[in-house]
Structures are given as C-alpha cells and as structure tokens.
C-alpha cells in the first residue's frame, strides 16, 4: 500500500523560509529529516535573506528540481548559502528541532493493518530490569510473511512513562547518554556497496518520547526484514517497594522510499518489569552464592579476602568500571553480545577467559559500540569478559549453559 508524503503545506507556511522546516508545515521533527536526505548535495542560487535563527527568512530564487509533492529543493537549504549539505542537517536537527510556529499544520502519519503491513517490533532482550540498570531493546522491521521492498529512511517514536527512564542531566538531546540507538547494516544491506544505515535520535525526556529516525546515506531504497537496529534505555534509580509493570510504545511511523512516497508500518508495545528493591536484594544474594559455588576449587590467591570480581581484575589485568556496558544474553547459549551505552563510547577489544585466569578467545581492533561473540562450543561454566573501551576496562562474569 501507498501513500503520497501528503500535500503541501498552504502558502502561509510558504511563503517564507523557517530554517529547518522543509516540508513547510510549520514545526521541525524527523520528517523533515528525511526530506533533508532526498535533497542532500543538490545546489542552487543563494537565499537573499540568509541565516539560520527560527525566524521568517524570505524565500530566494526557486531551485531546478523538487520534492515529489512540489516542494522545491530550495527549501532543504536552511542556512540559504546554496548548497544542501552537512551543515543545513545540522540546523534541522540539532539547533532547530521541534521549534513551531503559533500555527502548523499536522503531520499525516499513515494508518497501518497489522494483518497486512509490515511491524516495527519492539522486543526486550530481558522482560525484567532492576532499578539504575540499562534496558535493551531488538527492533525488527517486518517479517517473511510482511517484507519491507521500498526503505529509504523511517522515522518514528519511542513513548514510555518518563518517571522510570533516566533523566539527562545534559544537553545536547540530539546526543542523550540516557537512550541511544545503533543500527544494524549486517541484518539490512546496503542496496549498494557503501550505503549504509544512519540513526539519529531526539530525546524529548519530560514528554516521555524520543523520535528516532533511520535513513541511508544516499537517497536508495533497499529490501529485507528482521533485526534493523538495537536501543539501549537507562532505567531511573528508583527506589521501590513492589515490581512496576510499564510500557513502551513504538508509533508515529512514516517509511519512505528515495522519492518520498510513505507506506504502512504498524507500531508495536511491549511492556517491562523493573524489580523493586526487594528483588533487586534477592538478585544479590543469588549472584554471591553462585559466586561462593563457583570460587569452589579454584585456586585464587588472596580470593577469599577479594570479591571474584575484584580477583578478576587483579588477575586479568583490568581497570576501572565503565558505567552503563552491557554483557547478554547471561547466561549464554550460543552467542554473547556486548554494547556499551553511549555511541561516543567505542569497544576496542573483547577477550574471553576461564574462571582461573586463562585466556580462551579474543576480538581486538572492535571499534564498534556492540560486538558479538560464539561460544557455542565452550563446556558449561563460568567465564569472565574482558572490556576495552575507549574509556577504560571492566570486567563481567558470565555464565555458559
């Protein structure tokens, strides 16, 4: 099914340029970011009245080329220096997002079928969380039976209750350390060599939603579905009696192919326990006798004066804890993975020891914010997770089923 990117916004909203607002609708959000990706590189004469501020700028010559609604190229240039570059992106994004004017018109955001269009699932790689912990997240775009043929870029929203996810405690929100998102090229290939997947990601925390948006690089549409991208969810450090149940909503969806024509993609909710304290005392004392069953036999120095943690540091050579690095699934199967929770914070190196210190396996020159490793022909046991950041070194101690 398709629909067309919706007609063009009435001549009040274009008339006059507002840096950021390409569309012409009067406010500034990812759909616009997707418009930015079509006209990326295009050029054209100079805007007269140029700068950048949310402000009414008047309209310069009109461009050759536009939009398939009829919205000329010119319109993506938001410093109006005559080219539609890096720069133009910067201000939609990062210095003009969701800036509205007293009156816009609403986005159009096409109604889905779920028994005929593609989801976009939203799957917890855990159920449950405890309190100040990192939440991960698979996202899937369609299936076998509900294929995507025609993705250029999608944008839409993650809403969740803002009492229970972390609050940024800095700017930029264009950048948060509280939610990120990373795409995942090896599951959607590039439709050409080169093209690749890009996430950008706006956290709107006291709304309780963050719109993120996928596009590539070159206006190219590619097909396939599965696993698209990977976010990461900060969990507040609450402090709590019982378990709270809450929810987290995928909607506000619009896929775009290379020429902006919008298709159907159903959103999707899945919800999430974060333990209460009790709990989250209970899971303690369940790591230290798994940790006192598992010391049995081994022969570490000084082990019974350290916590095998701290051993395991001493012994393998780490360093400081890196916040907010994940090591799942725990226990393992077949393969592990491991993320950190910043996309400034680059893995580097992934090496795989046995609970005496021997080193089994290895991954150097990641750097990347996730990596996985197979393990599947490893005996059940215990084993310890050496990490390399750009930041420091940890150590995780894992389980093997």
């Given at each position: 099914?398709?629909?067309a990117i ?40 100079e ?5 950048t ?8 010559p ?32 990062e210095?003009?997002y969701?800036?509205?004017?007293s ?9 889905a079928n779920?028994l005929?269009d593609?989801t ?5 790689t855990?159920?449950?969380?405890l ?11 369609g299936?076998a039976a509900?294929?995507?043929s025609n993705?250029y870029?999608i944008?839409?929203?993650l809403?969740?209750d ?13 950048d948060p ?18 093209n690749?997947?890009?996430p ?10 963050v719109e ?9 549409s ?14 507040e ?12 909503v995928?909607?506000?969806i619009v ?21 209460a304290?009790?709990?989250a005392l ?26 095998v943690d701290?051993?395991?540091k ?13 090591v799942?699934p725990?226990?393992v ?5 491991a ?18 210190g021997q080193?089994l396996r ?10 996985t490793?197979?393990?599947s ?10 990490l390399e ?9 894992i389980?093997k089923?």
């Amino acid at each position: 099914m398709l629909f067309a990117i919706g007609c063009m916004a009435t001549s009040a909203y274009t008339q006059n340029v507002w840096p950021g607002d390409i569309n012409g609708n009067g406010t500034v959000n990812g759909i616009d970011l997707l418009y930015h990706g079509v006209a990326e590189g295009q050029v054209g004469p100079e805007r007269f009245d140029q700068g950048t501020e949310w402000q009414a700028y008047s309209a310069g010559p009109q461009w050759v080329g536009s939009f398939n609604d009829g919205t000329n190229y010119s319109r993506a240039d938001a410093n109006g220096k005559g080219a539609v570059g890096y720069s133009d992106r910067k201000v939609l994004w990062e210095d003009n997002y969701g800036m509205t004017q007293s009156t816009h018109v609403l986005d159009n955001y096409p109604v889905a079928n779920p028994l005929v269009d593609p989801t976009l699932q939203l799957v917890p790689t855990s159920t449950t969380v405890l309190p100040g912990e990192a939440l991960q997240f698979d996202l899937f775009l369609g299936d076998a039976a509900k294929q995507v043929s025609n993705l250029y870029g999608i944008t839409f929203k993650l809403q969740f209750d803002a009492d229970w996810v972390k609050d940024e405690t800095s700017a930029p929100m264009y950048d948060p350390n509280v939610v990120s998102i990373s795409v995942d090229n090896a599951a959607w290939p590039a439709p050409t060599s080169g093209n690749e997947l890009e996430p950008f990601i706006q956290l709107e925390n006291d709304l309780g939603q963050v719109e993120m948006v996928i596009l590539r690089e070159l206006p190219e549409s590619g097909s396939g579905h599965g696993l698209i991208a990977s976010i990461m969810v900060i969990i507040e450090d609450v402090v709590m009696l019982e378990n709270v149940e809450t929810d987290f909503v995928i909607n506000d969806i619009v896929l775009v192919d290379e020429n902006l024509n919008r298709f159907p993609v159903a959103g999707s909710q899945t919800t999430v326990t974060i333990q209460a304290n009790t709990s989250a005392l209970q899971a303690d004392e369940n790591d230290d006798t798994a940790t006192a069953s598992m010391n049995a036999g081994v022969d570490m120095p000084e082990a019974m004066s350290l916590s095998v943690d701290q051993w395991a540091k001493d012994e393998i050579q780490g360093g400081d804890d890196i916040a907010q690095i994940s090591v799942y699934p725990n226990p393992v199967v077949d393969r592990l993975q491991a993320r950190t929770g910043s996309q400034t914070e680059m893995l580097e190196s992934m090496k795989l020891f046995t609970a005496d210190g021997q080193l089994l396996r290895q991954q150097l020159k990641i750097e990347a914010t996730n990596t996985t490793m197979d393990v599947s022909t490893l005996p059940q046991g215990s084993y310890y997770v050496q990490l390399e950041t750009n930041t420091g070194t940890t150590v995780k101690l894992i389980n093997k089923q």
